[in-house]
């Protein structure tokens, strides 16, 4: 038995709308593996396992998958399994360019597959393989700004598209866009963008004294219904939302007294909290699908700590509170009336949550060193990320339409 990790980070368009996901992959250290494949190739077989069990459509819905290839599948020695359709090819900086590896490539393209070209430095040497590819992938912290825009100018004598990776600041991003780059990749679209010193704009002040008043320990259940019916918008979404196929009640709920009664108090408070939280603008909608992975993924893993999974949840959605928000996090927790159990896991990942959430992060970035979690069996960690990120996508498309 092998453990297969699953994770995907988002590449966004001019718009700032989902375009595609990077999916990663890594074996575990642990992983036994018969036969005398190397180190990529066995890499390569793990993600043909994880597609055929999972597919695709679980992991990315309909939208197109950027895939690593080692050389192996590129020149054809292992038939490639993926639709066409779907999937985006990935030629690794390390893979040896030679006429095997091109003519491989204009197969791939003649065959209707998307091909990428991932942290590429360009050099005349390698002109045959931009003339057959159709993205390429540009590593911005791999070279200084003068050359990265030397390599652009180059570059936009192809018919090709540009992708960013490793977007991380803001001032990235500005760059990038200058240079008229297509595609975006980066942790920057899941950190804050502090547009502002000193005070937050009024549209999420009025969103976090929300949150905050949703957070106070002694709300009861008519303050609670009272909060929420005051806002027709969030009442329609909640109501809506739970009389959806996500429950699949018996009879329908009526009113926010009974959502209450029937899910608790807290439930009742997380489903409002998502709802506000994916009415703050000018935010591309996957960083709502990042808070909502967050928090399935860490409120599976307090099947592991024993503790509510309500405190596991709240810590994995105002994890993305920063981003959202545009404020560091520690400002908005101060603002808030948390529990010290959820300040501490938010600011700090201690405790019980706080290793919850640091096991998801790292999870989700592909940091698979990083992840410290024990599972109590094997596969729970990729089952639990993929019913997240399905949770997650249905319940988006609930409360934003």
Same mark, same amino acid.
């Given at each position: ?21 990077? =999916? ?69 900086? !390390? ?20 091909? $990428? ?24 912290? %791999?070279?200084?700004?003068? %050359?990265?825009?030397?390599?652009? $100018? ?5 018919? &090709? ?10 001032? !990235?991003?500005?760059?990038? #866009? ?7 990749? *980066? ?16 549209? #999420? ?16 259940? %008519?303050?609670?219904? /009272? &909060? ?6 969030? @009442? ?8 959806? %196929? ?18 608790? =108090?807290?439930?009742?408070?997380? +489903? ?46 105002? @994890? ?11 400002? &908005? ?7 010290? /159990? ?18 998801? =992060? ?5 940091? +698979?060193?990083?992840? #410290? ?5 094997? *596969? ?10 399905? +949770?997650?996508?249905?319940?988006? @498309?609930?409360?934003?339409?």
């Amino acid at each position: 038995m092998y453990q297969v990790y699953i994770g995907r980070q988002p590449i966004y368009d001019r718009n700032l709308e989902l375009y595609a996901y990077e =999916l990663l992959f890594r074996r575990n250290d642990t992983a036994n593996l018969a036969g005398d494949l190397d180190d990529d190739l066995a890499t390569a077989q793990v993600v043909i396992n994880a597609f055929l069990e999972f597919g695709l459509d679980q992991i990315v819905g309909q939208h197109p998958a950027f895939i690593n290839l080692p050389r192996k599948f590129i020149v054809g020695d292992i038939p490639l399994p993926f639709s066409k359709d779907q999937v985006v090819l990935e030629i690794l900086e !390390d893979v040896e360019v030679d006429h095997q590896v091109i003519t491989a490539v204009k197969k791939l393209r003649a065959d209707g597959y998307t091909v $990428a070209l991932d942290d590429f430095v360009y050099h005349s040497s390698l002109r045959p393989l931009v003339e057959t590819s159709q993205i390429v992938k540009m590593d911005l912290l %791999a070279l200084p700004r003068g %050359a990265i825009r030397e390599h652009v $100018a180059e570059l936009r004598k192809f018919p &090709i598209k540009l992708l960013a990776e490793k977007v991380e600041t803001p001032e !990235d991003y500005d760059f990038a #866009r200058e240079l008229g780059f297509d595609y975006f990749q *980066g942790y920057f679209f899941c950190r804050p963008k502090v547009i502002s010193g000193n005070s937050l704009p009024a549209n #999420r002040l009025s969103i976090l004294r929300l949150l905050a008043k949703l957070q106070e320990p002694h709300v009861n259940i %008519a303050e609670l219904a /009272e &909060i929420v019916s005051h806002d027709v918008a969030i @009442s329609y979404k909640l109501m809506r939302s739970l009389n959806s %196929a996500l429950y699949q009640l018996s009879k329908p709920i009526d009113s926010i007294h009974r959502a209450i009664v029937y899910l608790g =108090l807290q439930n009742v408070k997380n +489903w409002v909290s998502l709802i506000a939280m994916a009415d703050i603008p000018d935010k591309p909608q996957e960083l709502m699908v990042v808070a909502l992975t967050r928090a399935k993924m860490c409120e599976q893993l307090s099947k592991m700590t024993g503790l509510p999974k309500e405190t596991h949840f709240t810590v994995g959605l105002f @994890s993305a509170l920063d981003a959202m928000m545009d404020a560091p996090l520690e400002r &908005i927790v101060k603002a808030l009336p948390l529990s010290e /159990e959820i300040k501490q896991a938010l600011l700090h990942q201690e405790g019980p949550a706080g290793e919850a959430l640091h096991c998801t =992060l790292a999870y989700e970035r592909g940091q +698979w060193e990083e992840i #410290r979690c024990p599972e109590p069996e094997t *596969g729970f960690l990729t089952q639990a990320y993929l019913e997240a990120i399905r +949770w997650a996508d249905e319940v988006t @498309s609930k409360i934003q339409a």
